[in-house]
C-alpha cells in the first residue's frame, strides 16, 4: 500500500469545515499581503483523516515497535504524561498572563527546576532551552560569559573528545570558539596524554559526554575534570545519555560546571517526530549568575496558611533569553509527570535496568558481532556491522534487514571511531522476550550474511517501501510541496 | 584499491602530488570507499590564502559521514576544482585523477619529507582494517 501526497487527492471546492460567521469587525489585511498564487490541497474530512491514519500506519513508533536507537533513549513515554500536559490548568495557560493568576504553573516549574538541581548535582537549573543542542549552546554561551566577566578573554578553545556526540562540535563553532578534538585511548577513554598536551590558559572548557558514545563510562572522569579545572577551564557535561546516571551518580559531584538535561530522552517525553524536545541546564554555583533568564523562583515566602508566591527572577548576570517565553512547557509537564511517578527509588531503577538490556544485548550478541571495545557498557554499545567472510555486507544491509523483523534499526555509522558502527540502545521499557528476539533477528541476520547476502543488500523486503535510495535523497534535493507533475506511465 | 606510488599521503587520507613547488591534493581511494557516496563537497578555503598545516580547507559529505580535509603541509591556495560541487560523485570514480580538490604553493618544502609514502600510507591503512 503506497499512500499518495495530500495535494494529489485535491479536488477542487471540497472542504472539510465551514468557518463561523465572523463576529467582530473585519479587519482588512495589509495591501499586498493578500496572495491568489498559493495552491493548498482542499480536501473533505474523511479524505484528511483517512491521509493521515494511513501514514500513521506506514510508520514505526515505540508504540509500535523496539526502538534500539542509539544515544536517543527510545524509551516507551508513559500516556499519563499527555492527560497531565492537557489539563486545562496547564494547557491553556497564558505565557503574557500575570504571573500571579498563574500559580500552578510556576509551582510545577519550580519543582522541575529545583528536581532536576537535585538529580544532577547542581545549583540551579534553567528550563528554557528548546531541545539538547540548545541546552549544549546555553551551557556553552554560559562558560564564555564565566570567563569574559573574569576578564580571561583568550580562552577560545573548546576541547571535545572523540567519543563525544557529533552536537558538540557544532555547538562549540555556533558559540564562536574553536573546536580542539582529543582522541580516545583503547579502552575507549579520553586519551589523558593528549589532554595534557593541550591544557593551557587558552582552554574555555571541555565538553564531555559521559557515559560517552561509546556507552562507556569515562573511567578516568576525575583526573580529566581535575586537568580541566587545573588549567582554568570549566566542564560542560552532555547530559544525553543521563538515562544511565540517574540516582547512582551525580554529574555535579563529579565537578561537572554545566549540564544539559533531555527531557525528551531521560525523562520519557516523545521525541523524533512526536517532540518537540527541551534540553533544560543546570550550572553549579559559581555559574547561577548567568543562567538565561527569567528563572522561576519563590518570591515571597509562604506560611502555615499561605502557600508561596511564585513569580520570575533574572539572574545577576544572565546571557538573557536563549527561548520565547518559557521554553517547552508542555514538556516539562510530561517530565514532572514522569517523576513524580517513578519516585526516587523508580528513577534509579531506571538506570539500572536500562544498564543490565544494554549489557544483556551485548553479552548475547558478542560472539557473532565484534564489540570493539567490549567491556561492562552502560545503557548502550557499539557493535561493528562488518565480517571478513562477508565482505560485501556492511552497517546499512544489516539495519535495513532488521527492518524486515519488524525493529527499528540502531543507530548505524556513529560513533565514527568505530567501523561499520552499530549502536544500540535498548532501554529500560523493554521486556526480556523483546530483547530475546531482537537477539535472535541479529544473529540469524548473521547468518544470512554469509549464506544468502542478497537478502540484505535488498532489505528491507517487508515494508510498503523497499530499499530507500540515499545518495539520490541526498544528491539531489527536490523539496517540492506544489502539486508534482504525475507520470502518467 | 590503489595507492599510486608518485603521490605522498597523510593521516587524514589525503593524497598530495608535488609538482616543482605547486601540490594538488584530494582524498585517497581508502578514505572514498570508507566514506563511500559522495554527496557534497565544499572548498571552505579561498584562493589566495595562506594556511598552516593541518588547517581546514573543505569539507565533504557522504550518505554515511562528514569529513573535513586539511592542509597537509603549509602553502598558499592557488586553486580550486569548483566541478565537484556539481558533481561529488567525481570522487568516488576517480579520486587520484578528476576528483582533486585544491592546489597550492608550498611554503616549506622541508614540511614534505614528513608524509607518507605509498607503502607506508597502504600500511596504516591496513592496521585500521583490524
Not at chain 1, 496572495?35 to 474530512?45: M, N
Not at chain 1, 552536537?167 to 579502552?187: C, K
Not at chain 2, 563537497?41 to 584562493?47: H, L, M, R
Request: charged share 25%; proline share 7%; hydrophobic share 40%.
Amino acid at each position: 500500500m503506497t499512500e499518495p501526497l495530500v495535494y494529489e487527492i485535491s479536488s477542487p471546492g471540497r472542504h472539510a469545515l465551514r468557518m463561523p460567521e465572523v463576529d467582530v469587525p473585519k479587519a482588512p489585511l495589509p495591501e499586498g499581503l493578500i496572495r491568489e498564487d498559493l495552491p493548498l490541497p482542499e480536501l473533505s474530512e474523511i479524505d484528511v483523516v483517512r491521509h493521515f491514519v494511513r501514514l500513521s500506519q506506514l510508520n514505526h513508533g515505540v508504540d509500535t515497535g523496539f526502538y534500539p536507537l542509539g544515544s536517543c533513549t527510545m524509551k516507551y513515554n508513559p500516556k499519563l504524561n499527555e492527560d497531565t500536559a492537557r489539563l486545562p490548568g496547564f494547557a491553556f495557560t497564558h505565557p503574557l498572563q500575570d504571573p500571579e493568576t498563574a500559580q500552578g504553573t510556576l509551582a510545577l516549574m519550580y519543582s522541575l527546576q529545583e528536581w532536576l538541581s537535585e538529580i544532577g548535582g547542581f545549583a540551579a537549573v534553567s528550563l528554557q532551552p528548546a531541545a539538547g543542542a540548545h541546552g549544549e549552546l546555553t551551557g556553552i554561551l554560559i562558560i564564555r560569559a564565566y570567563h569574559k566577566d573574569r576578564g580571561d578573554e583568550k580562552r577560545t578553545k573548546i576541547l571535545v573528545p572523540d567519543s563525544a556526540h557529533g552536537t558538540n562540535p557544532a555547538t562549540t563553532t555556533m558559540s564562536g570558539m574553536e573546536v580542539i578534538e582529543i582522541p580516545s585511548d583503547e579502552r575507549g577513554n579520553i586519551d589523558l596524554d593528549s589532554l595534557r598536551g593541550h591544557c593551557d590558559e587558552s582552554v574555555a572548557g571541555l565538553m564531555l559526554t559521559n557515559p560517552n558514545t561509546l556507552g562507556l563510562f569515562e573511567e578516568q572522569v576525575r583526573e580529566v575534570i581535575e586537568l580541566i579545572h587545573g588549567c582554568g577551564g570549566l566542564i560542560y557535561g552532555d547530559g544525553a545519555n543521563m538515562n544511565a546516571l540517574l540516582g547512582v551518580v551525580r554529574p555535579g559531584d563529579l565537578g561537572f560546571d554545566v549540564l544539559q538535561y533531555n527531557l525528551h530522552k531521560t525523562f520519557s517525553t516523545p521525541h523524533g517526530g512526536g517532540g518537540p524536545g527541551s534540553g533544560p541546564v543546570g550550572v553549579a554555583e559559581h555559574l547561577v549568575d548567568f543562567l538565561p533568564t527569567p528563572l522561576v523562583d519563590v518570591v515571597e515566602e509562604g506560611d502555615e496558611v499561605l502557600p508561596p508566591l511564585y513569580g520570575f527572577v533574572t539572574p545577576k548576570k544572565s546571557i538573557g533569553r536563549v527561548k520565547s517565553f518559557h521554553g517547552h512547557f508542555g514538556v516539562a509537564v510530561k517530565a514532572y509527570t514522569y517523576l513524580r511517578l517513578l519516585g526516587k527509588k523508580g528513577l534509579r531503577e531506571v538506570a539500572d535496568f536500562s544498564v543490565l538490556n544494554a549489557n544483556y544485548l551485548r553479552v548475547r550478541m558478542r560472539d557473532v558481532y565484534h564489540i570493539p571495545y567490549d567491556r561492562v557498557c552502560m545503557h548502550e554499545f557499539v557493535a561493528e556491522g562488518r565480517w571478513e567472510d562477508a565482505p560485501d555486507i556492511h552497517a546499512l544491509d544489516i539495519a535495513k534487514r532488521l527492518m524486515d523483523y519488524g525493529f527499528h534499526p540502531p543507530t548505524n555509522y556513529f560513533p565514527l571511531i568505530v567501523r561499520e558502527a552499530l549502536m544500540i540502545e535498548p532501554t529500560e521499557t523493554e521486556s526480556l522476550e523483546t530483547l530475546d528476539a531482537f537477539v535472535k533477528a541479529m544473529l540469524e541476520i548473521a547468518e544470512q550474511a554469509r549464506s544468502d547476502p542478497e537478502l540484505l543488500k535488498t532489505a528491507p523486503h517487508k515494508t510498503t517501501f523497499g530499499r530507500m535510495d540515499e545518495v539520490k535523497a541526498a544528491r539531489q534535493l527536490v523539496l517540492c510541496c506544489w502539486p508534482v507533475e504525475r507520470d502518467e506511465s | 584499491m590503489e595507492f599510486p606510488t608518485d603521490l605522498k599521503y597523510t593521516n587524514n587520507d589525503e593524497w598530495v602530488r608535488v609538482e616543482g613547488d605547486i601540490a594538488t591534493v584530494g582524498i585517497t581511494d581508502y578514505a572514498q570507499d570508507q566514506l563511500s557516496d559522495l554527496v557534497f563537497v565544499e572548498v571552505t578555503a579561498e584562493v589566495g590564502e595562506k594556511l598552516e598545516r593541518d588547517a581546514t580547507v573543505a569539507e565533504v559529505e557522504s550518505v554515511k559521514a562528514a569529513a573535513f580535509i586539511y592542509m597537509p603541509v603549509a602553502g598558499t591556495i592557488i586553486e580550486t576544482n569548483v566541478e565537484l560541487y556539481d558533481e561529488p560523485e567525481i570522487i568516488n570514480a576517480d579520486p587520484y585523477g578528476a576528483a582533486w580538490m585544491f592546489k597550492f604553493e608550498i611554503a616549506n618544502p622541508v614540511e614534505l619529507d614528513e608524509l607518507l609514502d605509498a607503502t607506508a600510507y597502504e600500511k596504516y591503512c591496513q592496521e585500521r582494517e583490524h
